[in-house]
């Protein structure tokens, strides 16, 4: 298990039995922020911690747990201890609240944009194209990750039928498949906008997914019920939805 120290504890998503901290009122003072977000964000909100902490030095440590939605979603269903939960959709958050494991409703707090990144074909012809001249293309589960969810409905729409030598490789999430790629056990794949933000990488190794493709990617955050920090929870949250007010990177055009 590896740690990453910013002003951030940062740790994978582990089974269950590894997550569990002791709520006691007495501790919770000196327990982190605990934050489960998708991957897709996991950049992004490294970064907003550190702006959070440079605005709010004596605010409480935050630790985060990465991974696929629908897999923090599970967790935090068998009881997690997680206190804030930045999904890559409404559903599961939503899901949540419907079974009263929030402290109030789901919130937006992003936008996501779907890309297909093609580093191995460096050059900018139309999507259907695009993916058409791929040898293998990685996209998330789509029963787990929502930007794998829209990368199944933007195949569906371009009513995409590959040959026997294409495969379609199928990731957890949306980090998966951008590793995938980026090692070259994949030729193509379907990753989020911000990632490539991330990396800044050129123009014309990649084609931004037109939006009437798949549904939209619209990100919501929730508090979890069982938090022993509801306050420091909500002032964080508040902090992230400020920020909305300038369109966040998987925005930029």
Same mark, same amino acid.
């Given at each position: 298990m590896k740690y990453r120290l910013l002003s951030v504890l940062c740790f994978c998503v582990l089974p269950i039995c590894l997550l569990q901290i002791c709520a006691s009122p007495?501790?919770?003072? &000196?327990?982190p922020l605990r934050i489960g977000v998708?991957?897709?964000?996991?950049? $992004?909100?490294?970064?907003?911690?550190?702006?959070?902490?440079?605005?709010?030095?004596?605010?409480?440590?935050?630790?985060?747990?990465?991974?696929? &939605?629908?897999k923090l979603y599970a967790q935090i269903q068998q009881g997690a201890p997680l206190d804030l939960f930045f999904a890559a959709?409404?559903?599961?958050?939503?899901?949540?609240?419907?079974?009263?494991?929030?402290?109030?409703p789901a919130q937006p707090y992003t936008q996501g944009r779907l890309v297909f990144w093609h580093p191995k074909d460096a050059k900018r012809p139309e999507l259907p194209n695009q993916v058409k001249q791929s040898t293998s293309i990685?996209?998330?589960? $789509?029963r787990?990750? $929502?930007?794998?969810l829209a990368a199944r409905q933007t195949l569906d729409g371009l009513g995409w039928n590959p040959p026997h030598q294409v495969s379609l490789i199928t990731l957890e999430?949306?980090?998966? &498949?951008?590793?995938?790629?980026?090692?070259?056990?994949?030729?193509?794949?379907?990753?989020?906008?911000?990632?490539?933000?991330?990396?800044?990488? $050129?123009?014309?190794?990649y084609t931004l997914v037109p939006?009437?493709?798949?549904?939209?990617?619209?990100?919501?955050?929730?508090?979890?019920?069982?938090?022993?920090?509801p306050e420091a929870a909500a002032h964080f949250l508040n902090f992230v939805q400020s920020r909305s007010s300038v369109p966040p990177p998987e925005l930029s055009q």
């Open positions: 007495a501790l919770a003072a &000196t327990q998708a991957s897709n964000f996991a950049k $992004p909100m490294e970064a907003l911690i550190a702006e959070y902490h440079q605005a709010y030095p004596t605010a409480d440590a935050i630790a985060i747990s990465i991974g696929s &939605t629908g959709d409404e559903e599961r958050p939503n899901q949540l609240v419907q079974a009263g494991l929030t402290l109030g990685a996209i998330a589960n $789509p787990l990750a $929502p930007y794998g999430n949306v980090g998966q &498949t951008w590793a995938i790629v980026a090692s070259g056990n994949a030729s193509a794949g379907f990753v989020a906008l911000s990632q490539i933000r991330e990396q800044r990488l $050129p123009e014309h190794t939006e009437h493709l798949h549904e939209p990617i619209v990100q919501a955050a929730v508090i979890i019920g069982a938090t022993a920090k």
